[in-house]
């Protein structure tokens, strides 16, 4: 996966400067030099554990740079190959392992678990990044991503809800926009896609309708009953999910449609300007296109380029920054074809 290069800081950018500097006068005292470089190397290590735990969910669009090394968070997958490599300024590089993320042992994350919101958990472990890291790490084994209360939960093929026929606290209806059949989200979802639909608008994409959003256990037995009746099991299960195993039932997940003198059917929303953008710019405000063109055998449907699924804007900025097509990859999950 692709990660972002190791970034040149101002503090290695400073810190070569003080290094030519201090070479000029290397005749004077050299015992001093060598006392100087030492404090910065601990004052290092201090200042990067420090943004560590301070660059849990930068802004969308804000640079790298600006939140220092960001690919120094722990990627025990083997996906950071740069990660640990310090800038060539001739002063050693902090040790990545001086400033590794909270565990299932740490107590701000038990407390977060226990009581605390899906972004207090996030922040308890040092932010999306390093939450990701170690789920798909295998070193959280408190995160449950079954738990269909979270945002993270994880629904396919081979991952059920919990319960079976899980219904969601509350779902409402998103505000502004067109719609074709009926849906509602879970708040953070339905307001997000209010601001997506909004802000497709605004950037000249166009308008965007509501087909489908949450179902319940039975609407989407009669749901996937249909696709059944009509076309076959085997093709049934390519495009429609059995009872218990849709993303629809968590209140996460959405099907959008592009509509301009009317609404068009959700199957064309791919070849549509609303559908490129969505497919460029949905991470922005939570959410992931869940079953990408090409990614079938990990994720057992069809390119579904209409179906959008709400991670949530800290995890969603991960899953793009780090170039993830799949659930299943960004957590670490075996592939799920089929049942
Ligand atoms: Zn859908």
Same mark, same amino acid.
């Given at each position: 996966? @692709?990660?972002?290069?190791?970034?040149?800081?101002?503090?290695?950018?400073?810190?070569?400067?003080?290094?030519?500097?201090?070479?000029?006068?290397?005749?004077?005292?050299?015992?001093?030099?060598?006392?100087?470089?030492?404090?910065?190397? &601990?004052?290092?290590?201090?200042?990067?554990?420090?943004?560590?735990?301070? *660059?849990?969910?930068?802004? %969308? !669009?804000?640079? +790298?740079?600006?939140?220092?090394?960001?690919?120094?968070?722990?990627? @025990?997958?083997?996906?950071?190959?740069?990660?640990?490599?310090?800038?060539?300024?001739? $002063? @050693?590089?902090?040790?990545?392992?001086?400033?590794?993320?909270?565990?299932?042992?740490? @107590?701000? &994350?038990? +407390?977060?678990?226990?009581?605390?919101?899906?972004?207090?958990?996030?922040?308890?472990? !040092?932010?999306? +990044?390093?939450?990701?890291?170690?789920?798909?790490?295998?070193?959280?084994?408190?995160?449950?991503?079954?738990?269909?209360?979270?945002?993270?939960? &994880?629904?396919?093929?081979?991952?059920?809800?919990?319960?079976?026929?899980?219904?969601?606290?509350?779902?409402? #209806? %998103?505000?502004?926009? %067109?719609?074709?059949?009926?849906?509602?989200?879970?708040?953070?979802?339905?307001?997000?896609?209010?601001?997506?639909?909004?802000?497709?608008?605004?950037?000249?994409?166009?308008?965007? !309708?509501?087909?489908? #959003?949450?179902?319940?256990?039975?609407?989407?037995?009669?749901?996937?009953?249909?696709?059944?009746?009509?076309?076959?099991?085997?093709? *049934?299960?390519?495009?429609?999910?059995?009872?218990?195993?849709?993303?629809?039932?968590?209140?996460?997940?959405?099907? $959008?449609?592009?509509?301009?003198?009317?609404?068009?059917? $959700?199957?064309?929303?791919? =070849?549509?300007?609303?559908?490129?953008?969505? *497919?460029?710019? #949905?991470?922005?405000?939570?959410?992931?296109?869940?079953?990408?063109?090409?990614?079938?055998?990990?994720?057992?449907?069809?390119?579904?380029?209409?179906?959008?699924?709400?991670?949530?804007?800290?995890?969603?900025?991960?899953?793009?920054? =780090?170039?993830?097509?799949?659930?299943?990859?960004?957590?670490?999950?075996?592939? *799920?074809?089929?049942?």
């Amino acid at each position: 996966m @692709p990660q972002p290069e190791q970034p040149t800081t101002r503090r290695a950018a400073r810190a070569a400067g003080r290094g030519r500097r201090s070479t000029r006068r290397r005749g004077v005292a050299l015992g001093a030099v060598v006392a100087l470089l030492a404090i910065a190397i &601990v004052a290092g290590v201090a200042f990067s554990g420090a943004l560590q735990r301070s *660059a849990a969910a930068p802004a %969308p !669009g804000s640079s +790298a740079t600006d939140v220092a090394p960001t690919d120094a968070v722990a990627l @025990p997958d083997g996906a950071g190959a740069g990660a640990g490599s310090g800038p060539a300024t001739g $002063i @050693p590089a902090p040790a990545q392992t001086s400033v590794a993320a909270a565990t299932c042992g740490d @107590p701000a &994350v038990t +407390a977060a678990l226990s009581g605390g919101s899906d972004a207090d958990v996030l922040a308890a472990f !040092g932010g999306a +990044a390093a939450f990701r890291a170690a789920v798909a790490g295998g070193t959280a084994p408190c995160v449950d991503l079954s738990d269909s209360r979270r945002v993270w939960v &994880v629904v396919d093929k081979k991952r059920p809800l919990v319960p079976v026929d899980f219904e969601p606290a509350e779902v409402t #209806a %998103p505000a502004n926009m %067109p719609r074709t059949v009926d849906g509602r989200l879970q708040p953070a979802a339905s307001d997000a896609l209010t601001a997506l639909v909004a802000a497709a608008a605004a950037e000249g994409a166009g308008s965007i !309708g509501l087909n489908s #959003a949450y179902r319940s256990y039975d609407v989407q037995t009669r749901t996937y009953n249909g696709y059944v009746g009509s076309m076959g099991r085997e093709q *049934a299960d390519l495009q429609s999910a059995r009872p218990g195993f849709s993303e629809h039932q968590t209140g996460l997940a959405t099907d $959008i449609t592009a509509c301009n003198s009317g609404c068009a059917a $959700i199957e064309s929303f791919g =070849g549509t300007p609303q559908g490129a953008w969505v *497919a460029a710019n #949905a991470w922005r405000f939570g959410f992931i296109v869940r079953y990408e063109d090409g990614y079938t055998p990990i994720t057992g449907y069809e390119w579904e380029a209409w179906h959008l699924r709400y991670i949530g804007p800290e995890l969603a900025q991960v899953y793009h920054d =780090g170039g993830f097509h799949t659930l299943e990859d960004f957590f670490g999950l075996p592939a *799920a074809p089929t049942y």
